[in-house]
């Protein structure tokens, strides 16, 4: 599209500046997209929400039979290539389909996990015979897939299974035996993506195992705290004969394939949790509107509008991080084709290449979908702990995304991870930026430097202060602890708080900075306010992570000067923060819904 | 006991400082208390805990008959006086038992709602035949009691209820009409305590209310998001006659003896937290010593050590406030009795006295027992989410403690109303210290001063610091916002959390120090070290809290002087809060369960 676009590489933020120009937003979906998003939107309002205590309860049939409406409007299949009979969509637009259907509680949990862990590694691994076979049954939803790699003992260490596959005496065959745990769509699905070891390798094979193969039992369905309505089984293989040709990819490949399909999963978590969040806050803020306590409605109440009006920061600041980052994906993605590659090795290159960023992407949209379910069941009062009204459903079945698809612990220390790694490997010049911040820091402030000006001046000033805090953390962090640093965790979590929290203000900043060159000023005022408010917020978490990471592993005057250097990356204007958020609950209250 | 014994009035913590000597501590329960504490511990583990699953069906008669054993074994008794057949123990013992039975799940919620909201009005309103007809009964378990305040449109404001009491042309019964919701205990209560308004009184009247008074209906049981065991019922009274004899109290008394039992309500309610997040501690460290992913425990990880620390350090932290100010509360009841005061009489007073540190404990209790469950859950993994494992069960029933005895949004605005009440009618200075906070912003700030000596003398200055800081920012809140305050609850709720974590922090510390005192510093190394962590946490908070009060309604210079103000009384040296984490971590993996 834009053909001066600058795009960084993954992780390149913590490094470098991106301008407002070159940043998709949510406001630039297009036609098509936003009738897709629409098709989305009537299906739930249709199938799934006048259905969800049926669903719950785990009806038989209801699930599949859902799925197989989604699979004829077209929504298992919209960014399938076209042979396979899908529409060939961009990232983003499955994102955004991601995003709508996330409110869908455990129908949106199936319809991902189906066209997500399900569909993916035969999309991107399979081979033709492969892809021929099942893509178009999984595109139409005729067939229902479902991803184990979980065992009893194996879980965040995924590449640690004991579910084996040993060639049979034919040489025809592979026999899977082994258990898998918490598998979603377990109880309808027809095909099966099964991690297990080949004889002792040390790292997972990937099949393709379909459910009439033979050898496949299951125990019941797992009772949960939410998302009651996802079939989760334990499932054993006994011998279960795989023809050798469905092995996906390579030998031992598979751990790789979990990994490269978790990246997807991870930043489609995020968009899932943007849209769940979205209509929670709806909910409370109509809610907040009708009841009346002390003669007043409860959004009159200063302690109500603080939480809508935070509700609303928080989903807005992801929703502008996770969007960025998906059209980063679709662009990288377009510049690996071009330059020759194949298309569905372009896709994932293009999210490893992210893989940062959809950590930090799973990790803020389940925190941030955790935050507003709690203060929507807050707001409801005791009707918030009713199973009979909407928030008790929303807070159970928003707790598990911190869980799956890697925990959040995992994913903070991946970030930080991934980032070192990047810089050991010269992907990413992490070294100049920080011994850059080092020399400044032994420098003395430069007071008469020439104020910058142009829109938002104060504002991209912090976000460049703020990175540099942290890459003179990490910087230091890593030159004293050394090999060390990957056993300090707390270290590394704090690190991980500060690069999350960076990233996402950055992209709510370059969101609203865009808006206002679109609409101006006043059209996105409340836009404005709410950039502002995540951006103090940030500075604190900044602030306070910084400070318990360096009293940690500094000591005597390099840990004061290194405070000292904090502070001065943390220093702030003054900002009547309550002021700020009044209005922004206000727009959101006369609005009566989400109005962002 | 301690004759010397300085005790602050309600809420002076704010404006004084108290010794360690002065504080009870739980370490120092006697041998009666501890066996009363072993009684509980034995009646859950027997009766309680085999029966969770149970109990949450509502299983028909097993609520009731669990109450009659605990009845038998004298659970219901604790603090009821002799006369009525009880054992006349004091609040802290009470408050012990609350604590312990608190990790019973719904059972602890039945029990004490029988306990508590359910007797006490009786026990503390009722004239002597009243008190003679009903609490024997209570108090043996023989008939158990309800609660009947809040109605539809009538909750946090509780006293808009529209139940009405009519008197009957006889002149012999009120007839009571209305409905009544979220009624505790309601299907198989046989007392219930009901606020109604007489005619058109402005204020509610309490009545006892039998069963079998005829005109009470009910609807089927409430489903919930958790404490599923607990009856929960709508209460519709349709012209229940009640004999006259059975107001409790005077007319139009009723808001007062609501609001004073909630005082109590309230306390508990903290109490119970304790002892079920203790319970969530222990579990959660058990998984994480036999969980092992990686090839190690996850006790191993930072990531979760740093939680177990963190879990441990809230728990012990609202521990030492909660019997800090329990032993107030007798304190103040033997005075009030020794200067001649009526025994009902003076335990409402001393609860009264108290208020603010209810609420205090109530909002601080609830928000710590949330924090575990939510941590336990994690620690659990993918099995936190399983309704098979514990967490599930826990995270569920804990949510309800921040919505009942009045949502931690209404106690937080209570804490700041009642201190500044309190210093308005001039029962409480607060003005003075206020003042000379003030002009010691003015003032140069003393660098010679001699440091202080003595155990704890840094963290004593810290505390004392913390106080002038929330003096200062209520202070000039008041003095810049007079009549509007009451409307601005964001600042409202930033100095009620600035009250909150300093008197929170303040007991910690006592607590320690009284320890030390006792058991010598090594051997209590790790409180030592969970001290510290909350008092930095506390430190953090403050100055969060304060800056965005102070930004919200201060400008100018005066903004930048009481900012700078802040930043000197929330100043610190550094502190290694990981190697502390650390340590504590190590002492609860050591230990196997919580040890403090
Ligand atoms: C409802 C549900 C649906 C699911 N669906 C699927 C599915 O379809 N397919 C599938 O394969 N799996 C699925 N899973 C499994 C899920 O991916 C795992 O539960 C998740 O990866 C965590 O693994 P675990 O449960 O074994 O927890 P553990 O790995 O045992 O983790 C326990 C705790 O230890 C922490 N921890 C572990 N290792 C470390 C470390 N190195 N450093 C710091 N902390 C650590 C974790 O963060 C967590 O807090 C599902 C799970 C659930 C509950
Ligand atoms: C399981 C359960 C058991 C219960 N048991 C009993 C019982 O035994 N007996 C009994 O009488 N009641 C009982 N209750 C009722 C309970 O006390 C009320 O739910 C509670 O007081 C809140 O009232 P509400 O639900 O009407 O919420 P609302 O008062 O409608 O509050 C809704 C939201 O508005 C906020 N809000 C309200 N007023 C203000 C204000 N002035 N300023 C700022 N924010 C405000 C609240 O904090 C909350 O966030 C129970 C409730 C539940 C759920």
Redesign the pocket.
Same mark, same amino acid.
């Given at each position: 599209m834009q053909n001066e676009k600058q795009s960084l590489k993954g992780g390149e933020f913590i490094i470098k500046e991106t301008e407002a120009k070159d940043v998709f937003i949510p406001e630039e979906f297009d036609e098509e997209q936003l009738m897709i998003k629409k098709t989305c939107e009537d299906f739930l309002e249709a199938e799934v929400f006048p259905n969800l205590d049926r669903i719950d309860k785990l009806e038989e049939g209801l699930m599949p039979s859902l799925m197989d409406k989604a699979g004829e409007l077209g929504l298992l299949a919209v960014s399938i290539p076209e042979e396979y009979g899908g529409f060939g969509k961009n990232f983003n637009t499955s994102m955004l389909v991601t995003d709508v259907i996330g409110a869908g509680h455990s129908f949106a949990v199936a319809l991902s996990a189906h066209t997500g862990i399900g569909t993916l590694p035969i999309l991107y691994y399979g081979n033709t015979a492969q892809k021929d076979k099942y893509i178009p049954k999984l595109a139409s939803g005729e067939w229902k897939a479902a991803y184990c790699l979980t065992e009893p003992n194996s879980g965040s260490d995924a590449n640690s299974g004991k579910t084996k596959a040993v060639l049979n005496a034919e040489g025809t065959h592979y026999l899977i035996s082994g258990q898998k745990m918490w598998i979603t769509n377990g109880g309808f699905a027809d095909v099966f993506i099964v991690f297990a070891k080949i004889d002792d390798d040390k790292n997972l094979t990937a099949f393709i195992v379909e459910k009439d193969f033979g050898g496949i039992t299951m125990n019941p369905e797992e009772h949960k705290m939410g998302i009651k309505g996802s079939s989760t089984r334990q499932i054993f293989f006994n011998d279960c004969p795989v023809p050798v040709e469905n092995m996906l990819s390579e030998r031992e490949n598979g751990f790789k394939i979990a990994v490269n399909i978790l990246n997807i999963g991870r930043i489609k978590l995020g968009a899932a949790a943007i849209g769940s969040s979205r209509k929670v806050i709806n909910t409370a803020i109509n809610y907040a509107n009708e009841?009346a =306590? &002390?003669g007043?409605q409860?959004s009159k &109440? *200063?302690?109500?509008r603080y939480k809508l009006a935070e509700m609303a920061t928080r989903n807005f600041a992801v929703e502008s991080a996770t969007y960025r980052a998906g059209q980063n994906v679709d662009d990288a993605y377009e510049r690996l084709v071009a330059s020759g590659m194949d298309s569905a090795k372009a896709k994932l290159k293009s999210t490893e290449e992210f893989a940062v960023e959809c950590a930090i992407i799973k990790v803020w949209g389940s925190e941030m979908l955790d935050y507003i379910v709690d203060e929507g069941v =807050?707001?409801? *009062? *005791?009707?918030g &702990?009713?199973a009979e009204a909407p928030m008790d459903r929303a807070y159970r079945d928003s707790r598990i995304n911190r869980i799956f698809e890697g925990t959040n612990e995992i994913n903070r220390l991946l970030i930080v991870d991934m980032l070192l790694k990047r810089g050991m490997k010269g992907e990413l010049d992490l070294m100049t930026p920080a011994q850059a911040v080092a020399s400044e820091l032994m420098s003395i402030p430069d007071f008469n430097a020439a104020e910058d000006e142009g829109t938002f001046a104060a504002e991209k000033k912090i976000i460049k202060n703020l990175k540099k805090a942290g890459l003179m953390i990490a910087g230091a962090a890593v030159q004293k602890l050394m090999m060390t640093l990957a056993k300090e965790q707390e270290i590394l979590m704090n690190i991980a708080d500060i690069i999350g929290y960076v990233y996402v203000a950055e992209s709510t900043l370059l969101r609203v900075e865009k808006l206002i060159a679109q609409k101006g000023e006043n059209a996105v005022s409340g836009q404005i306010d709410i950039m502002r408010i995540y951006l103090q917020e940030t500075v604190d978490k900044v602030h306070l992570a910084g400070k318990e990471a360096l009293n940690s592993f500094a000591e005597g005057d390099e840990l004061n000067m290194m405070l000292m250097g904090l502070r001065r990356f943390t220093k702030t204007a003054p900002f009547n923060i309550k002021d700020a958020r009044q209005r922004v609950a206000k727009q959101l209250i006369e609005a009566n819904k989400y109005c962002y």
């Open positions: 009841r =306590q &002390f007043l409860i &109440f *200063g302690a109500i =807050q707001i409801y *009062g *005791g009707m &702990f009713s």
